[in-house]
């Protein structure tokens, strides 16, 4: 009888433990570099977009520095106006005095032997300046005359409205061809009284 042999090649199961062991090395090797490959990619992208906010964040203050220059040079010309200035002279349009009307009611109310003789606005005391002059009443002191003379414009709602007081300025008695006249002064303040 012959004798059968049988040969195991013990460095089979060695080649392939050897085998599987490389290939788990190079699936190591390829989990650690796609990893890597993928962080580089990731910094990369996270780089480019800090890049590109920077110059969003730079390209924005230079045009917030455009603007303020425009605003600053706006605010030193004589064409600017603040928005204290925009209320202010809607405040005004609101509560201004419409002197042609004043003028119109003084003239009615006034009596027949009073002249005025000249309106003028004092900007100091902000105050419309009555002039006048009337004839001499023999039964009233000058100063009594002037004051019902104010007694009057006082009562007239269409002219003392806007004031905040009307008050006795000066009076004077002077000669005049040989008549006695009484020359007065009214300051009609404009304001809060």
Not at 165 to 174: A, G, L, M, Q, Y
């Amino acid at each position: 009888m012959t004798k059968i042999y049988y040969t195991i090649n013990l460095n089979k199961v060695s080649n392939r433990l050897d085998q599987f062991q490389e290939k788990q090395k190079r699936r190591r090797v390829f989990a650690v570099g796609f990893y890597f490959f993928i962080i580089i990619i990731i910094t990369a992208l996270a780089i480019g977009k800090s890049v590109y906010t920077q110059r969003t964040i730079n390209g924005l203050k230079a045009e917030l520095a455009e603007i303020q220059s425009e605003i600053d040079n706006l605010e030193a010309s004589s064409d600017y106006l603040s928005p204290e200035d925009i209320f202010a002279l809607a405040e005004l349009a609101n509560s201004r005095l419409t002197w042609t009307e004043k003028f119109d009611v003084l003239g009615k109310i006034i009596p027949e032997d009073v002249t005025i003789t000249g309106l003028d606005y004092d900007y100091q005391v902000k105050a419309l300046m009555i002039k006048g002059i009337s004839k001499v009443n023999p039964q009233l002191e000058d100063l009594d005359l002037v004051v019902s003379i104010i007694n009057l414009i006082k009562s007239n709602k269409n002219f003392s409205s806007d004031f905040s007081d009307i008050k006795f300025h000066s009076s004077n008695r002077i000669k005049h061809k040989g008549q006695d006249i009484v020359e007065f002064e009214i300051a009609c303040l404009v304001g809060v009284g």
